[in-house]
């Protein structure tokens, strides 16, 4: 699986276990469709095995620790199960560590799907697959999400209560009191109170829908290109633009996108060079030479409904042939449009460049639902032309 992907169960009962090349802690979160849990019952880890159709199991440091959720037996008001992990190590990060999620048929043991998160390194805990309901049906998604803070950083945002320890007060100094004297007792003393603990980050807005109107992407974040009671996007416009930074010199980019396969295979790329690929499901507006002046500079049209069945991921890049760095653009941004209403669906601005000469702007993944999710990368590598950006953009898929 691909970070955003799905895939439905075809068992009631499955079970979640994370392996990595060090002990990992494992939990698991019942979630309502506030995306909070009702009560801190609902946290389910070592301290704490057993819930509504929730189950932990330790591996017991030769077998990974696992997350069994019965379906059947998950209560109504219950949306999803996010499953989570944290090395067992105190302050680790994921850094040099890849683990890996897989979703068995808790029955037969048989692996559903697995999914291992691309380029961790601070994260010291993750929400790394979810088990949730959509149209009475129970599915399971990729996640990834990560956080800076561990497992207490992750429960908080669902709505769990974390005490921390309060810090010790010191003891108070005993004066030197001389040996003809009676002893003196020490002032009283009160400790100061100790310190909040840091507030947790707030997690990613995760996964959301089209059904609140045009959706603002930050980086890394997820928007299902779906809105409730209305039928798939057909065909869809992927608008790329760029203005020159403070003034300077025309700026020559080259908008792309590069079409890959269920294994992050290349299947084809359109560019200025190539204006249509597909059998003309995708097509190039064709090359800008200065990016001046409003509007997008270029538009690549996707016809969702004509996209062959091989073909499951679109990776959208900008390129500057002429070796000028993304530190000379200004304002580069994509957005998402319905190609039959003009409706601007979704936007991503680019707030930060690097010295570099490519960019993958955006990802879209089709689900097994047959929808389409669209995802904010903002990546930058070091490549002049598409054919350059074919293996890092699967990376990252």
């Not at 880890?45 to 509504?52: A, I, K, R």
């Not at 009191?177 to 002032?187: I, L, Y």
């Not at 269920?262 to 507006?285: E, M, T």
């Not at 900008?318 to 409706?343: H, I, M, P």
Request: proline share 9%; glycine share 10%; aromatic share 6%.
């Amino acid at each position: 699986m691909t970070p955003g992907s799905n895939i439905p169960l075809s068992a009631t009962r499955v079970t979640v276990d994370v392996t990595a090349p060090v002990r990992l802690d494992v939990s698991g979160l019942l979630l309502t469709a506030d995306g909070k849990v009702r009560s801190d019952d609902d946290f389910i880890f070592y301290n704490q095995p057993s819930g509504p159709g929730v189950t932990y199991a330790s591996g017991g440091g030769s077998a990974p620790d696992a997350i069994t959720v019965d379906t059947g037996a998950v209560p109504a008001d219950i949306e999803k199960i996010v499953v989570t992990a944290s090395p067992d190590a105190a302050g680790q990060s994921f850094q040099g560590i890849e683990p890996t999620a897989t979703v068995r048929d808790a029955a037969s043991g048989a692996a559903l799907a697995s999914f291992t998160p691309p380029r961790l390194g601070a994260e010291t805990a993750l929400v790394i697959v979810e088990i949730y309901r959509r149209n009475g049906a129970w599915k399971a998604r990729a996640v990834g999400q990560g956080y800076a803070n561990g497992l207490a950083g992750i429960a908080t945002d669902f709505g769990v209560s974390v005490e921390e320890p309060a810090a010790a007060p010191a003891p108070a100094p005993t004066p030197t009191v001389p040996t003809t004297q009676a002893p003196v007792a020490p002032p009283v003393q009160t400790p100061p109170a100790p310190p909040a603990p840091p507030a947790a980050p707030p997690l990613g807005a995760g996964k959301i829908n089209l059904d609140k109107g045009r959706v603002s992407l930050q980086k890394n974040q997820t928007v299902s290109l779906v809105k409730g009671g209305a039928p798939l996007l057909a065909r869809v416009k992927m608008g790329l633009g760029w203005e020159p930074a403070y003034r300077g010199k025309d700026i020559d980019l080259d908008a792309s996108v590069i079409a890959y396969g269920p294994q992050r295979n290349h299947v084809d790329s359109c560019y200025f060079g190539k204006l249509a690929i597909l059998n003309g499901a995708i097509k190039h507006s064709g090359d800008n030479l200065t990016g001046e002046g409003g509007g997008d500079d270029e538009v690549i049209v996707v016809d969702l409904g004509r996209i062959p069945p091989e073909v499951t991921g679109l990776v959208f890049t900008v390129n500057s042939f002429t070796g000028q760095k993304f530190t000379e653009v200004a304002k580069a941004y994509c957005r998402l449009v319905d190609a039959t209403t003009d409706e601007e669906l979704v936007r991503f601005d680019l707030t930060s460049a690097e010295a570099q000469t490519g960019v993958m702007m955006a990802k879209l993944v089709r689900q097994f639902s047959g929808e389409w999710d669209m995802t904010a990368m903002g990546e930058f590598v070091k490549s002049r032309t598409v054919r350059g950006m074919v293996k890092p953009a699967a990376k990252l898929l």
